[in-house]
């Protein structure tokens, strides 16, 4: 009872608010507490030297939840309302509730890494589950249990090539539509190392494999290609790819995502090594780019895994169960020599993409992976329809999305959508790019209006 | 604790032994080397054919909670890994101067700098 | 003595555990799709095909068989396990907050806003100058701010020379793993025997090789970096840069700021510090703090305020991006939230609780604690006994155990951190726990645990035989 009369008092009087609400010490029992401890105060208790102790204000007002909550969601107001149909790399699907209700359990949310495997067996088996989806996707033996997001799970299958010793060769090459962004962040994981970073041509990431043959030589370590690519079209000659890269000492890594590889050409059987990519499309999508790196692998390069990873074994009455293994790869052991300096992950993204999919099923999966290659090309058609706009459906096969030329001056277009409540990518003077799935498919006929109305 | 130290072979101070009795000598890690790792998971070992200095870091032994390199405690050619210990790691622990050894060297200099039984008995 | 029992799924298997989804159902499904050409797919796909009101009750099966901060007590040293309010989760779950990153600025300046807003609290409260919200994690952020000191360094033409990251021995590993990877070699610098800096060492250690020297403090056994100024200016005049690491920052809320003691670049974990759920291992955040100097090597983009509205700047000489967007969003959104909350006075009082907690439970166990005064953690000695099965004996007493066997300068460590959340009752629990173990035989301690939903697991054959997906138990009973 004193801990809801300390927390009333609080609210009340909010000039004598002295303390954390979160803080459960009633008077006495902090006086109880100096006497056991042999202080005065609380102030003793800290080896600080004067020199260094800070006196000052930060200047931040104490508030109540109510006010909290009010002011935070009134700024999140100032965000422009709009119909995302944007894509390129992070991309919304429809969550089911039941994600939400599952992974906000306490239990699961407000635990810590499994250290102690015996009291955390739910999450474990939950991210072995996660594992194995993602294994049954790529065909690959290994997944981890996650990296951050896509960009830095690319950076870590760069400096894994390094390490790998069937690998050799300083260049890694990545597509020349590859997001700048995972450009950015692949440039700074291969800092550290003697890898260089170069780009293949490709026909808007289509990968042409005599154009990369062209750029292969010995010195080539790691070859990136992502299916779809960042402009939305499915890859149409990876066998071609696999054959070219199939020589044991270049490392042939695939960017894809969980929807995108239930219904596509599995990355094992055009003899990838590596998969990588933004795994949250399943479970939470876009969220200002918080996310949940993808990271597979063939079992060859298993002791080079960089992150966590859950295993089964066997407790001491004879039953499974399951636990953080292989953990002398990482930091906390092998420390300068880690595969990674990666400690906390995405293991709650991971465990609603692992809620999701289980949602779904393979059916559900699979339909939704098909409604992402209807949705743009039925879009694509009728935007083709609009006087000024040319989508070409047969430029290739699309998933997801889709890029159009349209005149006049496409910022300008975007900017004028924008207002009509309806937010795309303006790719250069004459180029947008569409993204359509579950999420959004219901506002496309009205996008189409929109086009066409800005457009006449 | 005791520890097993068979007198015929020589050891680094780093723990390794080295058997100039077979062929090429013979190299793997002392019994009280084993037992402060615990229980080994893994091993690596190098390719045969690959070139090793005197005191040089020629694989690693890993347990649940710890990585541990392996020195060559004389150089030399490798011209054998012992496949049995990369599959059965246990081996390290079970039979450390017998199943459990890890590579024998083709050696370019003698055994003279190594220690003794005793001598190393001393060490630990 | 309370006692713990979690759920043990036996009786609803014949096998003695939970069965995994794809025990209770697996199905393989042909893939066809006629408006793809076949060499484009996959053939089939096998998994689990469950109803809805199956998957629920799996994973709430799975829920109970866990432990969280609002099951227990969650002393874990170094981590900060502290009670996460659940308003902060309803403000990120926001349809207006889940928007795409590559919306325009001024279509997302609410976001921007809560951005630049929370660059300035923590800046505040670090005493630092200039703040990046990008590292999607603690770890990531020491990675930014090493890149950031090399940038430095190699504008400053002294980049080939500064070869050299130093590390305390005590350090997380994190730390030297960083800092390889950014391609430094990591000098290992040994404490003194109070547990602290060796200034004489760490004159030794730096030179003009130094880049940076990279420290925790309060460090991981509780202790205050006395010599904090001296240790900076030793640093500084040999031209290297100090880091702080942030984990141990909620021992020093509003009482001392790295800025002031002399840091150059630090990083903030705020998913300890300031209570963003762990999430079983993640997301958190780890912004970065630098001073004045340093701001111009930040990643970009950087939020700046021009007369009221936001704006993304590329900072001059950036060292590029260390996350494929703005790191993770909803944990700084939570951050914010948490901190907003609190204010000053709550900010202070949090440190307050977490020092007097963490002492208050020092002086109720009856282990040996060989180094203080001690912070926010403590780290106590298993003494003869072996501190990872003491720990295994403390979850039968319903209270997750410390972290066990580190840091190394303390024999068979329990490294404690009850945090500013747990109240007096609690910690009375927690050190009856401690104690009781303590008098507890060793053929007791070895059975244990007893309570949890599993049994002692055994890790060696996990690691030598990897069982990594359902795919490789086909076979298992």
């Known amino acids: 009872m004193s801990y809801h009369t300390q927390l009333s008092r609080t609210e009340e009087t909010e000039t004598e608010s002295t303390g954390s609400p979160f803080a459960p010490h009633t008077e006495a029992d902090v006086e109880a507490m100096l006497r056991a401890v042999d202080a005065e105060s609380v102030e003793e208790l800290f080896d600080v030297p004067n020199s260094v102790r800070f006196d000052g204000e930060f200047g931040i007002e104490a508030a109540s939840e109510r006010e909290v909550v009010r002011s935070v969601v009134e700024t999140l107001g100032r965000n422009e309302s709009a119909t995302e149909f944007l894509g390129r790399g992070h991309y919304d699907h429809y969550v089911p509730s039941l994600v939400d209700h599952l992974a906000d359990r ?52 760069a400096t894994l090539s390094r390490r790998a010793r069937s690998v050799t060769g300083d260049r890694v090459l990545v597509p020349d539509a590859l997001r700048d962004e995972r450009r950015a962040v692949l440039e700074n994981y291969v800092g550290g190392t003697a890898l260089a970073v170069e780009e293949y041509p490709t026909a808007a990431g289509v990968v042409d494999p005599d154009d990369l043959e062209d750029a292969l030589d010995d ?96 407790d001491e009455s004879g039953r499974r169960a399951y636990t953080l293994t292989l953990q002398t790869r990482e930091q906390h052991i092998r420390r300068e020599r880690a595969t990674s300096n990666i400690c906390t992950n995405q293991a709650w993204v991971a465990l609603r993409t692992a809620i999701h999919a289980a949602v779904l099923g393979p059916d559900g999966l699979l339909d939704l992976a098909k ?86 | 604790m005791d520890f097993e130290i068979p007198t015929e072979l020589r050891y680094a101070e780093s723990h390794e032994w080295a058997d100039e009795r077979t062929d090429a000598v013979r190299v793997g890690v002392s019994d009280f080397a084993q037992d402060e790792l615990g229980d080994i998971v893994f091993v690596e070992l190098p ?9 040089e870091e020629f694989g690693v032994l890993e347990s649940i909670k710890a990585v541990s390199d392996i020195y060559a405690p004389v150089a030399g050619t490798v011209v054998a890994a012992n496949e049995a210990v990369v599959d059965s790691p246990e081996l390290v622990n ?31 | 003595m309370q006692r713990h029992e979690q759920a043990v799924w036996n009786e609803t298997s014949s096998e003695g555990y939970e069965p995994l989804l794809s025990e209770k159902d697996r199905t393989t499904i042909d893939v066809e799709f006629e408006e793809l050409p076949d060499e484009l797919t996959r053939e089939s796909l096998e998994l689990p095909a469950l109803s809805e009101p199956e998957v629920a009750r799996h994973y709430t099966r799975l829920s109970q068989m866990n432990y969280g901060i609002d099951s227990g007590p969650y002393p874990l040293g170094s981590c900060t396990m502290k009670y996460n309010p659940k308003f902060t989760e309803d403000v990120a779950a926001r349809s207006e907050a889940a928007v795409h990153p590559d919306r325009p600025e001024e279509a997302v300046q609410g976001t921007l806003q809560l951005y630049h807003e929370l660059q300035e609290y923590l800046g505040r409260i670090g005493g630092m100058d200039a703040v990046t919200l990008q590292p999607p994690a603690g770890a990531a952020g020491e990675f930014t701010g090493i890149l950031v000191a090399k940038a430095y360094h190699e504008r400053n033409g002294d980049g080939e020379r500064r070869s050299e990251v130093i590390v305390p021995s005590s350090a997380h590993g994190t730390n030297f793993a960083s800092a390889a990877m950014a391609g430094y070699d990591v000098v290992e610098l ?9 200034l004489e060492a760490l004159r030794s250690a730096v030179g003009e090789e130094t880049a940076a020297l990279m420290l925790t403090n309060p460090n991981t056994l509780g202790l205050f970096e006395r010599d904090i100024e001296e240790i900076a200016s030793v640093v500084h005049d040999a031209g290297g840069l100090l880091y702080y690491d942030g984990a141990n920052l909620n021992a020093l809320l509003g009482r001392a700021r790295p800025g002031d003691m002399g840091f150059d670049i630090m ?57 494929g967007a703005m790191g993770n969003w909803l944990v700084l959104l939570k951050t914010h939230a948490y901190i907003r909350r609190l204010g000053d006075a709550g900010l202070r009082d949090t440190s307050a609780k977490a020092v007097l907690n963490a002492n208050y439970l020092a002086s109720q166990i009856d282990l040996e604690i060989p180094f203080g005064p001690f912070h926010h953690e403590f780290v106590a000695s298993a003494g003869e006994r072996d501190a990872a099965e003491f720990a295994k004996r403390m979850l039968d007493y319903g ?66 035989s990897p069982r990594l997906s359902w795919h490789a138990l086909s076979d298992d009973a």
Not at chain 1, 128 to 148: D, I, K, P, R
Not at chain 1, 283 to 309: D, N, W
Not at chain 3, 292 to 314: I, M
């Open chain 1, 106 to 157: 306490s239990e699961f949310l407000t635990s810590y890494t499994q250290y102690q495997p015996e009291i955390t067996q739910g999450f474990l088996q939950a991210l072995f589950e996660y594992q194995s989806l993602l294994v049954e996707l790529t065909g690959l033996e290994v997944a981890n249990c996650s990296m951050y997001d896509a960009a830095t799970a690319l950076g870590e299958v």
């Open chain 1, 371 to 456: 409604e992402c290659h209807r949705l743009p090309e039925v879009l694509a058609r009728e935007l083709d329809a609009i006087e000024g706009v040319s989508a070409p459906v047969r430029d290739g096969y699309h998933f997801r999305e889709f890029r159009a030329t349209v005149e006049p001056d496409a910022t300008e277009l975007v900017s004028e959508l924008y207002a009509e409540g309806f937010a795309v990518h303006a790719i250069d003077a004459d180029t947008i790019q569409v993204c359509v799935t579950d999420a959004n498919e219901n506002r496309a006929a009205e996008l189409v209006t929109a086009i066409t109305e800005v457009l006449d």
């Open chain 2, 94 to 124: 079970e039979d450390p101067y017998g199943d459990g050894w890890l590579i024998e060297v083709e050696p370019a200099g003698d055994l003279e700098h190594l220690l003794d039984a005793s001598a190393y008995e001393e060490t630990i």
């Open chain 1, 219 to 314: 010195d080539v370590a790691l070859v990136y290609v992502e299916n779809p690519t960042t402009t939305g079209l499915i890859q149409d000659r990876l066998e071609a790819v696999g054959e070219l890269l199939a020589a044991d000492d270049v490392l042939f890594c695939l960017g894809s995502d969980p929807i995108a590889l239930s219904l596509l050409r599995t990355p094992a059987s055009i003899g990838a090594d590596a998969v990588i990519g933004d795994a949250s499309v399943l479970g939470l999508g876009t969220a200002y780019g918080t996310s949940l790196g993808l990271f597979a692998c063939k079992e060859e390069y298993l002791r080079q895994v960089p992150g966590r990873l859950v295993g089964a074994s066997r």
């Open chain 3, 399 to 464: 209270v997750h155990p410390p972290t066990t066997k580190w840091p190394e300068i303390v024999p068979e460590a329990l490294m404690t951190e009850p945090t500013e959340a747990e109240s007096k009752t609690t910690l009375d629990q927690l050190a009856a726990a401690f104690n009781a173990v303590a008098d507890e035989d060793e053929e007791t301690i070895a059975a244990a645990p007893e309570t949890t939903s599993a049994r002692y697991i055994d890790q060696t054959s996990a690691a030598r």
């Open chain 3, 190 to 198: 040994p404490g003194d025997d109070d547990g602290r800096v060796d």
């Open chain 2, 47 to 55: 390719a045969e054919g690959a070139e090793l200095g005197a005191g």
């Open chain 3, 267 to 323: 990083h903030y974990n705020v998913h300890k510090t300031f209570a963003t759920p762990h999430g079983g291992g993640g997301p958190g955040a780890g912004p970065i703090g630098v001073t004045e100097e340093l701001e111009p090597f930040l990643p970009s983009p950087q939020v700046e305020a021009r007369n009221g509205t936001y704006e993304l700047v590329e900072p001059e000489h950036s060292i590029g991006k260390v996350h």
